[in-house]
Nanobody, 115 residues
Framework: QVRLAESGGGLAQAGGSLRLSCAAS????????MGWHRQAPGKQRELVAA???????NYADSVKGRFTISTDIAKNTVYLQMTSLKPEDTAVYYC?????????WGQGAQVTVSS
């Protein structure tokens, strides 16, 4: 019953910005955790950013200082604000939510950064 809808991906030039959104819909009592992962061609999927219900955040070293994860709990939505984009940020970005103890993944949003 829970579905995740990602939006905001696209093409940006180096140094530009994009904002990804991931909204959960369906039967939701409580969101336990939220995060963003990405997978570039030929590479393993990696954690990009995570946020706890208490507001603590954790970022991959490669994006620290450039990306910001935030939430709107009332809207069951998690965001990833990406600034100072680099070509190496090119990947498919997936949101991950743990809803009522069950893990759900978004469909993926392509982010392409040109040099």
């Amino acid at each position: 019953q829970v579905r995740l809808a990602e939006s905001g991906g696209g093409l940006a030039q180096a140094g530009g910005s994009l904002r990804l959104s991931c909204a959960a819909s369906g039967t939701i009592f409580r969101i336990n955790a939220m995060g963003w992962h990405r997978q570039a061609p030929g590479k393993q999927r990696e954690l990009v950013a995570a946020i706890t219900m208490g507001g603590s955040t954790n970022y991959a070293d490669s994006v620290k200082g450039r990306f910001t994860i935030s939430t709107d709990i009332a809207k069951n939505t998690v965001y990833l604000q990406m600034t100072s984009l680099k070509p190496e940020d090119t990947a498919v970005y997936y949101c991950r939510l743990v809803v009522d103890g069950h893990q759900y993944w978004g469909q993926g949003a392509q982010v392409t950064v040109s040099s």
